[in-house]
Every structure is written in C-alpha cells, then in structure tokens.
C-alpha cells in the first residue's frame, strides 16, 4: 500500500476525483500542479499541496518528498513528453515512487501520433510497479471541453461522424486509480481498458442534454479542418488542437464504440451511465446569453 501519494493534475476533472476517492480510504496526499493557489481554490486548504511544472525539474524532487505512490496524469498542453514527464518518471523511481498509475487513454499502447504511447513504453521499460488506465472518452468532456458550444451556441461540435462512443464517468475511472495506488500488488503490470456501460452517438448524446436541460441541444458534425480552426480560434496550442482531433475522427472508426467489462469487474458494480453524468451536472449547461 502507498503511504503517500503525488497526484499530478489535481485540478482537473480526473486529478480531483483521485484526490477525493484517496481521500475517502483514508491515504495521505500531496495535490500538484503549477499553481498552488489554484489548488487550494479546488481542493481545500486541507490538502496538502506542491508545486510542480513539468518543464522545471527543479520542482521534481520537492513534489515527490516523501511519496512513494504516483498518480501520473499528462497535462493536454503538453505533446513534448521526452523532455517532461519521462525525465519526471525517472526522478520519481530515484526518489522511491514505488507504485505509479498512468492516466493513459484508450488505444495509446498501438496509436504512435499521440503523446500517451510514449509515455506507456517509458513506464514498460522499467520496474513492473505501475498500472496503466486506458479510459475511453470521458462524460465530463461535455461539462468542459464540450461545455462551450453547448451553453453558448446549443450544440455538440465534434468531427466523430456517427461513431459510438463509451462515454466513462471520471468518478469511476478514479475509483480504480485509487484501488491501484493502494493495493498496488494486485494491479502491478496491468493495462486497465475503462469504459461506460453503453455506446451512444454524439447525436444521441445531444438528444440526452435537450431532454434533461429542456431547450433543444443539437449535434453539428464537424470536418476535420473546421474542428481543428473551431480550437484554435478558442486558443488551444497546436499540437492540443491536432491531438484532440485526431482523438474525435478516430471516433468515426469504431475506437471507442466498444464497451469492456473490466471496470464493472474492478468495482464490483456498473458504471455511471452518460445520462447519470448529465443529470448529476445539470447545472454546468445554463444557457450562455451572450
């Protein structure tokens, strides 16, 4: 069992549910990230927190003291992970991090254009002291990547065609890192694919958001080149923008269409549904007047 536990990320969607489920079994965490009053604002003044800029080292060996447990999870601006978080991997195992879990995505050990396949064959390298996640899209990207287009313009925007998709809420996906960084003999050297109980349609995704929020949300399939100028217009760096795109035409392949039964077998119940999510966050898609 991990004594202490570095969550990276922790102020992100996954980080501060890994914060909160460790924080339920009782584990003693340190949250970082670059801003350590942005941190306190999510999390607490409970928490305790670090500083941690993945491209300064310096702020490595602070971070990890005293932890012997990793929560590893990549920052989306960051596509250069040869010089960030591999050299923080291998400060982490110098500095004693016996157990680390990797918040990868699902697809990453075959998909080289995206920057989580790196970091996988990195952390496979070493010490088998590590479980990797493989979630599928996530229900929250509605409340956040999504959010935007739905609240201002009453829409779903995303070049994934009528693919499917296993929407995973983040809340389970970090029930299983918590079980991973606390009983890490029973999980060491696994690759864990986590999905939703069903695949939907981003169409019927839309039509979910129109009957709970009650105004009519729609889905625009967007082309590769518009989704790709749609992001950028709303500042996301380059390299994010080609990630994420690549990531949503993907979709129109079948890549994340298929649900697995390996987080209903980990936690002993079934997942949140994306109609969960949507009730449980109604609140996040008032509509935006201007």
Not at 185 to 198: D, I, K
Request: charged letters at 20%; hydrophobic letters at 45%; proline letters at 6%.
């Amino acid at each position: 069992m991990a004594r202490r536990v570095l969550v990276t990320g922790a102020t992100g969607n996954v980080g501060s549910a890994v914060v909160r489920a460790l924080q339920h079994r009782g584990s003693l965490i340190c949250a970082a990230g670059s801003d350590r009053e942005r941190l306190r604002a999510r999390l607490g003044n409970d928490v305790e927190t670090a500083r941690l800029n993945f491209f300064e080292p310096e702020t490595f060996a602070p971070a990890l003291a005293g932890c012997d447990g990793l929560f590893l999870l990549r920052p989306p601006a960051i596509s250069q992970v040869r010089r960030t978080l591999l050299p923080f991997l291998d400060a982490a195992r110098s500095l004693g991090v016996r157990q680390v879990v990797f918040l990868s995505v699902q697809g990453a050990d075959k998909n080289r254009l995206i920057p989580h396949h790196a970091v996988e064959q990195h952390i496979q390298a070493g010490p088998a002291n590590w479980t990797l996640l493989r979630p599928g899209f996530f229900a929250q990207n509605f409340g956040d990547a999504y959010r935007q287009d739905i609240t201002r313009d009453g829409r779903v925007y995303v070049p994934a065609g009528d693919g499917r998709v296993a929407f995973v809420d983040t809340r389970d996906v970090a029930e299983v890192a918590a079980m991973a960084l606390l009983d890490p003999l029973a999980h060491a050297g696994q690759a864990y694919v986590l999905t939703g109980p069903a695949a939907v349609t981003f169409g019927q995704a839309a039509r979910l958001l129109s009957e709970t929020l009650g105004r009519p949300i729609r889905y625009e399939p967007a082309s590769v080149l518009g989704y790709v100028r749609h992001l950028l217009r709303q500042n996301a760096p380059v390299a994010q923008a080609a990630v994420l795109t690549i990531l949503h035409v993907g979709l129109r392949f079948g890549q994340a269409a298929s649900t697995d039964p390996t987080l209903e077998r980990l936690l002993g119940h079934p997942g949140r549904t994306l109609a969960e999510y949507i009730a449980d966050h109604a609140g996040l898609f008032a509509a935006d007047p201007t």
